[in-house]
């Protein structure tokens, strides 16, 4: 951590890795030392590798306050049962305060022949709300991973009617929560995959602004993983592993408290 800055990383780590290479990817993640963590695909099997790097905290909801003891406290995790979207936080300089699940897409029909199967599983954002005792703030952490298969050339695919009113609604959702944590006065930071390149979130500010001609996440050019906060990215790194995507490390200059939004 450099003084007066906080250091985020966003990662999808391939659902179908095997385990030494999940492992493998998160290692290399952590070993940046970023603050807050969001990671996507990540289910349940993978929840002893998370244990491997600090404490898991199963329980949600206010009140689940967990602190670190130092340097080497390790990481403080909330993993949610369903969603596949841990979140983690570096022990050093947060408490856990609490966290939860919040529903941007529940189970329904897909379109003929996007998806091996025409359902389309449940989506969820974890919400975790933090302390950060070295800049003496309250911060939101919301982890997420959006409905895949709905851009072509930068555009909502026409051919995909019911996928893509599904992910504009899960925007919708996942705008609201962002705008709900801004109304308490915390400072918001929303990770995640959101499986549209260019996407923005209302009252935040995306890595990529101002950085279009940056490598992509997800290919050479699309940058689906993002890490939207207050105010424009210090730096933006490229972090590669086993996985399809690569992790995206972003640095922001802590800046003063947000003011509560009406």
């Not at 003496?136 to 009113?165: C, I, M």
Request: glycine share 12%; hydrophobic share 35%; net charge positive.
């Amino acid at each position: 951590m450099l003084p007066g800055h906080t250091d985020v990383v966003t990662a999808n780590v391939l659902g179908t890795l095997p385990r030494g290479q999940a492992r493998a990817a998160l290692r290399g993640i952590l070993a940046a030392r970023p603050d807050l963590v969001g990671l996507q695909e990540w289910g349940l099997s993978r929840r002893g590798l998370l244990r491997e790097t600090g404490s898991l905290r199963r329980l949600s909801g206010r009140g689940d306050r967990s602190r670190g003891t130092g340097a080497d406290g390790g990481y403080l995790w909330a993993s949610p049962l369903l969603g596949a979207c841990p979140v983690g936080v570096r022990a050093a300089r947060y408490d856990l305060v609490g966290w939860r699940t919040r529903v941007l897409g529940w189970p329904g029909r897909s379109d003929r022949g996007a998806r091996p199967f025409p359902v389309t599983p449940l989506r969820v954002a974890t919400v975790a709300v933090l302390r950060d005792r070295v800049e003496g703030r309250d911060v939101s952490l919301v982890n997420f991973h959006l409905t895949p298969g709905v851009q072509s050339r930068g555009s909502y695919r026409a051919d995909r009617p019911r996928l893509v009113a599904r992910h504009r609604d899960e925007v919708r959702r996942l705008t609201r929560v962002v705008g709900e944590q801004l109304a308490l006065g915390h400072t918001v930071v929303a990770v995640g995959d959101s499986n549209f390149d260019g996407l923005r979130i209302d009252g935040l500010t995306s890595a990529w602004e101002g950085r279009a001609h940056e490598s992509g996440t997800l290919g050479p050019h699309r940058k689906i993983d993002d890490v939207h906060g207050p105010g424009r990215a210090v730096s933006v790194t490229l972090l590669s592993s086993a996985s399809d995507h690569k992790a995206v490390l972003v640095r922001r200059r802590d800046l003063p408290r947000a003011s509560v939004v009406s």
